[in-house]
């Protein structure tokens, strides 16, 4: 029984069009439909008892379920794509993560050919294990402060890895605790007694026959992580090297060469190819918080439709939930960001793949837009999801908070992406930087890509809204030309305040708190340009495109909503313009209402991998509830284990002290 079947109905859009435009094209889809199913019909891959293990017991079933992913691969020659969307359905952190998403990315970037030919087939063949190496104890977000060091030795040709201090201790990375063979480790590079900066280096960590660490190598796992199961499939790692030599051949040297005479050669590639691998990342980790916001939001809305509270007349049916306009401007909101996401992640990726061509190509130019936009796409979408996905589990209600809703695991699995790859607040700074350098450039340089803007900045600052009617807010330029003033002007404003300190660092770090601010307003002017850039193509199907339209619209005018204190303050917006997009919104809720569950059906999610009773996609949430509860452990007793130790002696006594 499809106990959501009557609001599908309401739905005035083709669902299986806009699954197609969710993934970005029909092969797209085709591919990940395949891999989704593949993976929920295969037992291997059952999840539902992951919270109750023990650590090493969840450890071992993530091992098996690698190994039997990487069978499948094998057997069933899928391709990278095909098999980046398996990794992504079997929804499980692993060692493996570590290996394909920066192991091999390290050594494409920064290795030689030469050594990408030595490396790259074994570590494609998995016949060794890789991880990437760099945060140490003491420090993560200040690369430059690494304390490893690789000491050139000369007479050897070798260099020399050590942990000179207890902070120089690797700590954190990812499939180095237990797992990884080898690992590509950051470390100061030392000639000739010189400081060459950091580097990146390809150590062997453990034995290729029996797994044991290699001599003077000591390494482990840093321990238990925040929530139960989540990222306690990972073995993050801490490592320490008592001089370690390796070869010279295994410092990654595109970027400098060191000599066997001990010179040090530069390449024209830039220093900062050696944070490429980082890049990389933060362009998949932008993709992947549209999926675990879409997945939280698909549970919460469904949940939201079968909810009744208060509201019957003449003893007929409670209200839905979802359809109280409070849950609706907490609930469409994320819905419009989870679709905002994925458009601007499809745009990001295009921008990396065209930034890789061109550094294969030696060309360097558009590497700092690169890094500012996935540097601040990331923080911004990662932060947005996270608080996203807690908003989801309050959505709803008490059985949010149950294990089997699916909200905390996801909630803790995702969590840490607000700090790994890049604190959050740390990247709004690095694309701060990015602006203050771009606006102090106005004079000489055009800026293009997505600080284009700027160089419109004398009419932007002068301009002001010009939206009459609440109506008026349903008109792009208006809205992008909103978000481009605010981030004008805000940029400019922090401009100005930083040329009165005569110390440029020292005024960066009093306006630190609103600089973020100005490079937020501007990644969100990326996310919602990107999102009106989309609805020009061609997007078929029956109401897709005027769908989409109002979510676009939704996402634009819900951020307007939250920032109206910056649109007012700067000057663009009078308070009656506010309250008239405010007034839009509502509407658009309205228009959203009918067609939230195909647009949360339009994610195309099996129910194995939204792993939730709450979201389940026939809406049967109450009998799979109690049908749950019956099936935890503390109930397969009536009377549970330690009750006649601890709690009866306590009744007992009580019983007595009261016939006294
Ligand atoms: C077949 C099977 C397939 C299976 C497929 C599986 C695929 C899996 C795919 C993906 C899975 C991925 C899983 C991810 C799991 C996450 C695990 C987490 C990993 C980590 O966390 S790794 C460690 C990350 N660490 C950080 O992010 C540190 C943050 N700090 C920094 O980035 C930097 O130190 C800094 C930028 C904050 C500051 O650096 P520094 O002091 O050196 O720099 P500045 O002086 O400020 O700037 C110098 C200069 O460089 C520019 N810059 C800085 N960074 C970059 C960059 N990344 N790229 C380009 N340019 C950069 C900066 O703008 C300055 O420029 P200007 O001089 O101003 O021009
Ligand atoms: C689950 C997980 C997996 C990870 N996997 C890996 C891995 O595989 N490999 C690896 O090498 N590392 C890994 N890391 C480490 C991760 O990259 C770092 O933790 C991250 O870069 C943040 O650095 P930090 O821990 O030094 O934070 P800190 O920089 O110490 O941050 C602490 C606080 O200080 C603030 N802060 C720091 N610097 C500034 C500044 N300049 N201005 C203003 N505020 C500042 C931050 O905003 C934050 O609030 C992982 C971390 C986690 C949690």
Known sequence: ??????????????????????AGSIQEFQLSDRMAKLVAN???????????LGRKELLKNTLRKSAHAWKLIIDLRLSEEEAKWLRLY??????????????????????????KKKWLPLAKKMQIIGCYAQTELGHGSNVQGLETTATFDTRTDEFIMHSPTLTSSKWWPGGLGKLSTHAVVYARLIVGGQFHGV??????????????????????????????????????????????????NQMLMRVSQVTKEGKIMQSD?????????????????????????????????RYSAVRRQFGSRDGGPETQVIDYK???SRLFPL????????????????????????????????????????????????????????????????????????????????????????????????VARFLVKTVSELGHKKPVGTTAYMGRVASLMQKNSAVQTAEGWLNPGAVVEAFESRAARMAVRCAQEL?????????????????????????????????FEKLQQDIPGKGVKESLEVLCYVYALFLLHKHQGDFLATGYLTPKQASLANAQLRTLYSKVRPNAIALVDSFSYTDHYLGSILGRYDGNVYPKLYEAAWEDPLNDSDVIDGFHQYVQPILKQRLHSAKL
């Open 326 to 328: 409070t849950q609706q």
């Open 269 to 301: 590639v830039p220093r900062q190819l050696i944070y490429g691998t980082m890049v990389y990342v933060r362009q998949t980790i932008v993709a992947d918080a549209s999926k675990a916001l879409s997945r939280a939001v698909c549970i919460a809305t």
């Open 499 to 531: 040329a009165k300190f005569g110390n440029p660092e020292e005024g960066f770090a009093e306006l630190a708190v609103d600089l973020v601010e100005v490079a937020v307003s501007h990644c969100q002017l990326i996310v919602v340009t990107k999102f």
């Open 199 to 248: 580097h990146g280096f390809i150590v062997q960590l453990r034995s290729l026959e029996d797994h044991s660490p290699l001599p003077g190598i000591t390494v482990g796992d840093i321990g238990l992580k925040f929530g139960n199961g989540a990222y306690n499939t990972m073995d993050n790692g801490v490592l320490r090297f008592d001089h370690v030599r390796i070869p010279r």
């Open 1 to 22: 029984m499809d106990y959501l079947s009557d609001e599908r109905k309401k739905s005035d859009f083709d669902v299986e069009a806009m699954k197609v435009a969710w």
């Open 42 to 52: 295969d037992p291997v891959f059952e999840k539902f008892t992951r919270p109750m």
């Open 90 to 115: 079997v929804d499980e952190p692993a060692y493996t993560d570590l290996h394909w998403g920066m192991f091999i990315p390290a050594i494409e970037g920064q290795g030689t050919e030469e050594q």
């Open 335 to 430: 819905l419009a960001s989870a679709y905002a996401f994925r458009f601007v992640s499809e745009w990001l990726k295009s921008l990396y793949l065209d930034v890789k061509q061109r550094l294969e190509a030696n060309e360097f130019s558009t590497l700092p837009e690169a890094h500012a936009c996935t540097a601040g796409l990331k923080s911004l979408t990662t932060t947005a999801t996270a608080d996203g996905i807690e908003e989801c589990r309050k959505l709803c209600g008490g059985h949010g908070y149950l294990v089997s809703s699916g909200l905390p695991e996801l909630f803790a699995v995702y969590i840490p992406a607000c700090t790994y790859e890049g604190d959050n607040v740390v990247l709004m700074l690095q």
